[in-house]
C-alpha cells in the first residue's frame, strides 16, 4: 500500500505517514488502531514500544 493510499484511507496527509515511518512522530492511539485495521493486522504487528534503559 502506497503512502498516499494509507494517508487517505485513515484521514491524514502523507507527510504524516512519512513522519511516522521515519520516528519523527508518534501516531495518537486512534490513528495507530487505524493504521492497523487498515493493514487488517493487530495493532503489536504494526508498533512496538522500546523502554529507555535504566539510568
Known amino acids: 500500500?502506497?503512502?498516499k493510499a494509507l494517508a487517505e484511507k485513515v484521514g491524514v496527509s502523507r507527510q504524516t505517514i512519512v513522519a511516522i515511518e521515519a520516528a519523527?512522530?508518534?501516531p495518537s492511539?486512534?490513528?495507530a488502531?487505524?493504521?492497523a485495521h487498515a493493514f487488517e493486522t493487530p495493532i503489536e504487528d504494526v508498533f512496538g514500544y522500546i523502554?529507555?534503559?535504566d539510568e
Open 29 to 31: 492511539l486512534e490513528l
Open 51 to 53: 523502554p529507555p534503559p
Open 33 to 35: 488502531f487505524q493504521i
Open 24 to 26: 519523527k512522530y508518534s
Open 1 to 3: 500500500m502506497s503512502q
